[in-house]
């Protein structure tokens, strides 16, 4: 059976410490790091602050990690981009992307109502002496292509390859899990596959007070969040645009 790669966010658990985007940075050979500079910076994995819009003392603030929402059945940026950069893996379910064959069109990240693609407008550049920690199993981009999480393809290569060295024909549970994951200390993060109903990930998406992002859409992601808060569920169901309490703000 194939495996349905997926996340389960727990956004009471998340303390905004960003440890997840400097992982995920470095994991990826993204040139700058979030924050270091944000105009030329971009960044795959972003973590958001929300509140609860009341006045002191009844204000109340939550962090919510942004990343690729890994669309299921329906894929806004799979459908619209011309060069089949865009690529819905159906042994991972993993919505990878190419950037050999990106034209730089950004029709993707028009279309990705999450606003978790990033457009790389410079070359990559790195101080001197930095480029040999570099990740050799990930190539940098070059400019003028589309960027986004892809649940850290080069660690899922990796895994696959230690499983045929042992003569394993699939991966174990818990040998493959993105850089995010391993480096959040709230351990706010889970990852797993969500074909498994004994991974903690498939759980996780029954419990109450999960949910996902504009469920409503349709797009089906594999990316699943808990909150007991019903302010933040509310949120993440139907976003005030321009106010404080906009996710995307």
């Not at 978790?116 to 040999?132: I, L, S, T, V």
């Not at 050799?136 to 960027?147: F, I, L």
């Not at 899922?156 to 493959?176: L, N, Q, S, V």
């Not at 709230?186 to 074909?195: E, Q, V």
């Amino acid at each position: 059976m194939n495996k349905r790669y997926g996340m389960s966010i727990d956004i009471d658990k998340c303390t905004g410490c960003g440890a997840c985007m400097v992982a995920c940075a470095v994991e990826n050979n993204v040139p700058a790091l979030p924050g270091a500079n944000d105009r030329r910076g971009i960044t795959w994995m972003r973590v958001y602050r929300v509140d609860n819009g009341e006045e002191y003392p009844d204000r109340r603030s939550a962090f919510v990690p942004m990343l690729c929402q890994q669309c299921g059945v329906e894929t806004p940026c799979a459908h619209v981009c011309p060069q089949q950069a865009v690529d819905v893996d159906p042994a991972t379910g993993i919505v990878g992307q190419m950037p050999e064959r990106c034209l730089g069109c950004r029709y993707c990240m028009a279309a990705c109502p999450y606003h978790a693609r990033y457009f790389n407008w410079w070359d990559p550049q790195w101080p001197a002496g930095m480029e040999k920690t570099l990740n050799p199993d990930v190539a940098p981009r070059m400019r003028g292509v589309v960027e986004k999480c892809n649940f850290c393809h080069g660690r899922y290569h990796r895994a696959k390859e230690r499983a045929a060295a042992a003569g394993e024909k699939d991966i174990r549970p818990g040998e493959y899990i993105p850089a995010c994951v391993e480096a959040c200390p709230a351990g706010a993060i889970r990852f797993g596959d969500l074909n498994d109903p004994s991974s903690e990930v498939a759980a996780a998406r029954h419990e109450a007070g999960s949910f996902r992002l504009l469920e409503k859409l349709g797009t089906d992601p594999k990316i699943y969040y808990h909150s007991t808060r019903d302010w933040v569920r509310q949120i993440a169901f139907a976003p005030k645009p321009g106010g404080k309490e906009n996710l995307h703000g």
